[in-house]
């Protein structure tokens, strides 16, 4: 590849010249991302002017914030802190970083693609890369990209240029056809036309950016439709045409009501590795006033946690003393439960359950470092036996730290040791604390995905059970074959109180003292997990996998991150799509068997928070989407091709692209040469409602080379 390049480079030193993926704009021809020959102008002023701006920014909102003394004037969104080569408001076809991009004179890209057309004569098709110009559009005939793509059997070159600004009406395919077949001399008959256009739905991508930028951007991520048709026209057909559903969710993202099971996720994330670290190296090895249990970005808030224990505590005193603890079972989901929306906002608000460990879980989560978890664990329990308050600890809650806290409510007389023990053992304290938090964990994505009907796949998921490697569909059949065809739900928590495989039942199960199972005089389970000691040195404290094994963890992880990109996909597929449980089903099928799969691109939860952007794509049953087919699409493209095997006309392959766009398909830099500029575009391109396209073709001719003279 060097040396098809060497004269090219040696020739034009001074321009960008560099093999990389297709940019935004090439792509938009090609419709794919393969590696290409790029060549234009780098502007170097830009990224100076960019840096500038963005210290002026930066310096602008610490006096802001200074003059006002409120955080919440600070707006900490993308539009505030980055470059104005962002659009936040409206969505844009290029990317940041090629804005930087500048045109080349014409003339001067005809010299550069011939030059390397000479050495891509030499090469097989498979070792040619193709070589595009960006090319200045303010000379005659408005070119913008220019390309060469032979090879030692193909001479192979295009051009794209700019036709003007028109709306839809005004585009005639049928008569873009009879000229495609007037020029190659074939019937209208043998001429294919390929339709494809996106809808954007909502939201912007962002690129590349930094994870402190992305969770606070204006926008939780990108929803779009792209339709694919053939026919002669440019009106969606709601039938005939396939639909590909794509998506980008930006995992948690500020205003995303699915954090309030992810901000489990990342605390037992760190607890976990905090344990691993401890088990290798012994738990001096960690210090716990700087061991990070929950990690806050810019924008997070931070909340008071001793306060919020302190009203934890006052709450379930209260519950004691009245005899008015709320109904156990699931608080974010009830019979009126509607949507995502509505049990996330619910779980946010309330939590998901009564079980006094669970709301204690969602205060510890938010410990920024393992001191302050344990402190406040510590304290929670000292206040527990005191014997004020008995907690209500819902029946199916097996963790230790549970019957702990029931035990420790009705009174011992080795409390202080209990305490002290704990206090004294970092990891026993952490390993009690995420114990809980994963079972809560596992309960809530569970019961959330059972809006869905699919409750039985997702708890097969912390199995390893072989069930849990049968499909969505197996399982269905599987139920279906064992019910005979008869009544039956795959939603185990449709009779929360009374069915037999839910996991909440009554709060007054554990209100009345169990003589077999709660005596204040047998301690030996805790003893036996190693909360009492049985030698007389109170610090001796057993090893973790003692009491409890955390091996599985690491998998459950794993299994979090994967179902949780997951909800996140159906929490803004709901919101952007506006569909109801019944459509989300399908979806939320292929999302849970691409994601959580040996196929799945998750494979721990700290690739998900380095890299925070997700994407999907799939198809996606039209009558899902109908209304927004209706409406204008973003971008119409238009492929004029011959049929294969033709041997009418003229020999050579000629296939012409069609582009009509509501916005720029290229950077400001190369637009703003065109005529009217961008300004003056933006202004007409709406008359009335009329909606104006801006339109580019691309025409790519491709002849084959006579390898040998014949005499």
């Not at 003393?321 to 109904?327: D, F, K, Q, S, V």
């Not at 704990?422 to 938090?437: D, E, I, W």
Request: glycine share 4%.
């Amino acid at each position: 590849m060097d040396n098809l390049l060497q004269p090219v480079l040696e020739s034009y030193p001074k321009l960008t010249i560099e093999k990389q993926f297709c940019p935004s704009y090439v792509e938009m021809y090609t419709k794919n991302s393969r590696e290409i020959v790029m060549v234009f102008v780098k502007n170097k002023l830009a990224t100076n002017t960019i840096d500038s701006k963005f210290e002026k920014d930066n310096k602008c909102e610490a006096e802001e914030l200074e003059l006002t003394g409120s955080p919440l004037k600070l707006d900490l969104s993308l539009h505030t802190i980055l470059d104005d080569t962002l659009i936040t408001d409206e969505p844009q076809l290029w990317t940041k970083e090629e804005a930087s991009h500048l045109p080349v004179a014409i003339n001067k890209a005809r010299d550069i693609a011939n030059l390397y057309n000479k050495s891509l004569t030499t090469v097989s098709t498979e070792d040619a890369i193709p070589m595009w110009i960006l090319t200045n559009p303010s000379d005659e005939g408005k070119p913008l990209l220019l390309t060469v793509q032979s090879d030692d059997h193909h001479f192979a070159r295009g051009i794209v240029t700019y036709e003007g600004s028109m709306t839809l009406e005004e585009v005639d395919l049928d008569k873009l056809v009879e000229q495609y077949a007037a020029q190659e001399r074939i019937n209208t008959d043998l001429v294919t036309v390929t339709v494809d256009c996106k809808y954007l739905l909502s939201g912007i991508s962002y690129g590349s950016h930094t994870t402190d930028e992305l969770l606070n951007a204006p926008h939780g991520g990108l929803t779009e439709l792209h339709c694919e048709w053939q026919g002669k026209t440019l009106v969606t057909p709601f039938i005939n045409c396939k639909v590909n559903f794509e998506q980008e969710v930006i995992v948690g993202h500020l205003a995303s009501p699915c954090n309030a099971i992810w901000k489990s996720v990342c605390s037992l994330h760190n607890i976990n590795q905090l344990l691993v670290d401890m088990t290798a190296a012994g738990s001096s090895s960690v210090n716990l006033e700087t061991a990070v249990v929950r990690n806050y970005t810019v924008g997070m808030k931070k909340p008071n946690n001793t306060k919020r224990l302190s009203e934890l505590l006052n709450e379930t005193e209260t519950y004691a003393y009245t005899a008015e603890c709320p109904a156990g079972g699931c608080t974010c989901v009830t019979e009126d439960t509607s949507s995502l929306r509505q049990c996330l906002s619910a779980m946010n608000a309330e939590g998901s359950s009564n079980d006094f460990t669970y709301k204690l879980w969602d205060i510890l989560r938010d410990c920024e470092t393992a001191e302050e978890l344990v402190t406040l664990l510590i304290q929670a329990l000292k206040f527990i036996s005191s014997g004020k308050i008995r907690p209500f600890i819902d029946a199916n809650n097996k963790t230790y730290l549970s019957k702990l806290v029931l035990k420790l409510s009705r009174g011992h007389s080795q409390t202080a040791k209990v305490l002290k023990n704990l206090r004294s053992s970092s990891p026993q304290a952490l390993s009690l604390v995420a114990q809980v938090g994963t079972e809560k964990t596992m309960w809530e994505y569970t019961r959330v995905m059972s809006l869905l009907e699919h409750s039985f796949y997702i708890a097969g998921i912390w199995t390893t059970d072989a069930r849990s490697h049968e499909s969505i569909e197996q399982i269905n059949q599987t139920i279906q074959d064992m019910t005979m065809g008869g009544d039956f739900t795959l939603n185990p928590f449709d009779n929360i109180s009374t069915a037999e495989h839910s996991i909440r039942l009554d709060c007054e199960s554990f209100y009345v003292d169990d003589t077999n199972d709660l005596t204040v005089d047998d301690f030996a389970s805790l003893k036996k997990h190693g909360l009492v000691a049985e030698k007389k040195d109170a610090n001796e404290v057993p090893i973790i996998a003692d009491e409890i094994d955390i091996s599985p963890w690491k998998n459950l992880l794993m299994k979090f991150a994967q179902v949780h990109v997951c909800l996140e996909h159906l929490y803004r597929a709901e919101t952007c799509l506006r569909a109801d449980f019944t459509n989300l089903k399908p979806i939320a099928t292929r999302l849970l068997e691409h994601y959580v799969s040996e196929r799945s691109p998750i494979k721990t939860v700290g690739q998900v928070l380095s890299d925070p952007v997700q994407k999907i794509r799939m198809p996606i049953a039209n009558n899902i989407v109908q209304d927004h087919l209706k409406k204008p699409a973003y971008w119409y493209r238009t492929v004029i091709n011959r049929k294969e095997n033709s041997d009418q006309g003229l020999i050579r392959d000629c296939k012409l692209t069609y582009v009509s766009s509501q916005q720029p398909v290229f950077p400001p830099s190369v637009w703003q040469n065109l005529e009217p500029p961008t300004d003056e575009v933006t202004e007409i391109t709406t008359i009335g409602e009329e909606l104006k396209y801006h339109t580019t073709k691309f025409t790519f001719l491709s002849n084959n080379l006579i390898s040998k003279l014949t005499l």
